[in-house]
């Protein structure tokens, strides 16, 4: 995703479980609308593209809280879509 300048970029992470919109934009396709929330115990980020076009990712942790898994759901319209799924082990220092 690439942006303009014209940008207005919110970030907060508030653990108050509710609905956040964390950016408005104007990129190349067109406003982006990037919203948050949680649902249960898994962490939802959605981004819309007003010319069409949604990507959700899922964050979620293994029950043993070895691994984080990222659920992205790319839904490109016309009935194009893929789902793949990022694995991040935990790393001790």
Same mark, same amino acid.
């Given at each position: 995703?690439?942006?303009?300048?014209?940008?207005?970029?919110?970030?907060?992470?508030?653990?108050?479980?509710?609905?956040?919109?964390?950016?408005t934009?104007?990129?190349r396709?067109g406003?982006?609308e990037? &919203?948050?929330?949680?649902q249960?115990n898994? #962490? *939802?980020?959605?981004?819309?593209?007003s =010319?069409? +076009?949604?990507?959700? $990712?899922?964050?979620? &942790?293994?029950?043993?809280?070895?691994?984080? #898994? *990222?659920?992205?759901?790319?839904?490109? =319209?016309r +009935?194009?879509?893929? $789902?793949f799924?990022?694995?991040?082990d935990?790393?001790?220092?």
């Open positions: 995703m690439e942006a303009g300048h014209d940008d207005a970029v919110e970030e907060s992470h508030e653990p108050d479980h509710a609905n956040r919109t964390h950016r934009g104007v990129g396709r406003d982006i990037i &919203k948050a929330h949680w249960g898994d #962490f *939802v980020v959605e981004r819309k593209v =010319g069409g +076009g949604k990507v959700t $990712e899922d964050y979620l &942790k293994s029950q043993d809280g070895k691994q984080l #898994f *990222v659920i992205v759901s790319l839904d490109r =319209g +009935g194009r879509s893929v $789902e799924r990022r694995v991040y935990a790393v001790t220092s």
